[in-house]
């Protein structure tokens, strides 16, 4: 059974930096795909980053603050998010896409103050 466990969110004031991290265990499959999503009450949860096969990209409101990243060895995705802004407040989730299946972590808080 594949399980993310998601560390890093909490509180942080505006144009400072915090760092997501997503480890995946349970599957020995290919991960064909890693994201971020992020979600604030009463909205649809969007694509904030993905690395998939031969691709990187970032949501327009992220690009040149938030950095992803993934270790393939230890099955570990990263979000390096700088220069926060309120409007980042949001519960982001880490996503894993294995063999054909999806996989979303438990999601963590994060909270930009003005």
């Known amino acids: 059974q594949v399980q993310l466990v ?3 969110g909490g509180l942080v004031q505006a144009g400072g ?5 997503c480890t995946a265990s349970g599957s020995k499959r290919s991960i064909t795909a890693v994201a971020w999503h992020r979600q604030t009450s009463g909205e649809q949860r969007e694509l904030v980053a993905i690395i998939g096969v031969g691709v ?5 409101s992220v690009k040149g603050r ?5 270790d393939n060895a230890k099955n ?4 390096q998010m700088n220069d926060l802004k309120p409007e980042d407040t949001a519960v982001y989730y880490c996503r894993f896409d294995i063999a054909g299946d999806t996989y979303w972590g438990q999601g963590t ?6």
Request: charged residues 15%; aromatic residues 10%; proline residues 0%.
């Open 76 to 79: 570990m995705v990263y979000l």
């Open 56 to 60: 990187t990209d970032y949501a327009t």
């Open 6 to 8: 998601e560390s890093g």
């Open 17 to 21: 930096s915090l760092r997501l991290s």
């Open 109 to 114: 808080q994060v909270t930009v103050s003005s």
């Open 66 to 70: 938030f950095t992803i990243s993934r």
